[in-house]
């Protein structure tokens, strides 16, 4: 069985300081990765995702996010944090039994930007 | 450009009643899923199907319905609303993969039993 785990609920950040939300995940085969983001009211965004090619993912918006097999972690990093980052971030995996593309979700990390 | 709908967007709906979530895209993908997306739960998997006439159950199928007539729709029907669905439900699609493909999402319907 696959599984996801945010390791925090909540990050608090100040605008132009830099982001990082935690992801560590379980999978028996070799897995896909996504990062969604989700704005207020609105539906799901992929932020950007790993399907085992390059390790160091580069997303939309700045974010990028590296995959480390050693470590089961796929961590969201942004250099810069801008107001307009403030959403419900998910990490979300997909392994390769999933003939049929279903998708784990992690419960979710609500990021919040001070001016 | 192509795009995954919703519809409605709002539902209030009274405990008992049949309500029907409607779903379509225009990505022509084979899959479709329905979430549901509660506070301190993520996203749960409702339903989801792999193409015409296919439908599975996810981990919380319970109370729900789906049925797959076409490429591009893939309604929900809640056949005896209670007050525990009470929830925001996305729709989402992917292409058939092997499990590499990223799924598409719809703005999502919030739906109120009361």
């Known amino acids: 069985a696959q599984s996801v785990t945010q390791l925090d609920s909540h990050v608090s950040v100040s605008e132009g300081t830099p982001v990082l939300l935690r992801c560590n995940y379980s999978?028996?085969?070799?897995?896909?990765l996504f990062w969604y983001v989700q704005h207020p009211n609105k539906g799901l965004q992929l932020l950007l995702k790993?399907?085992?090619?390059?390790?160091l993912v580069k997303g939309i918006n700045g974010f990028e996010a590296e995959f480390k097999k050693s470590e089961t972690s796929f961590h969201l990093t942004k250099p810069s944090a801008h107001m307009s980052d403030a959403a419900e971030y998910f990490c979300?995996?997909?392994?390769?039994?999933?003939?049929?593309?279903?998708?784990?979700f992690g419960g979710g990390t609500r990021l919040m930007v001070k001016p | 450009d192509a795009e995954i709908t919703q519809s409605p967007r709002h539902k209030i709906t009274e405990t008992g009643r049949q309500v029907t979530l409607a779903c379509h895209q225009t990505w022509n993908h084979n899959n479709m899923f329905w979430y549901r997306q509660d506070l301190g739960h993520g996203l749960r998997l409702i339903h989801y199907s792999y193409g015409v006439q296919d439908t599975n159950k996810g981990e919380v199928s319970d109370g729900y319905s789906v049925s797959r007539s076409n490429t591009e729709d893939l309604p929900l029907t809640l056949e005896s609303a209670a007050s525990s669905q009470t929830s925001v439900y996305f729709c989402?699609?992917?292409?058939?993969?092997?499990?590499?493909?990223?799924?598409?999402f719809g703005p999502g319907t919030r739906l109120t039993v009361l």
């Open positions: 999978s028996s085969y070799s897995p896909s």
């Open positions: 989402a699609s992917s292409e058939r993969s092997s499990g590499r493909g990223e799924q598409f």
């Open positions: 979300v995996v997909s392994d390769l039994r999933n003939a049929g593309n279903m998708l784990t």
């Open positions: 790993y399907t085992s090619a390059a390790t």
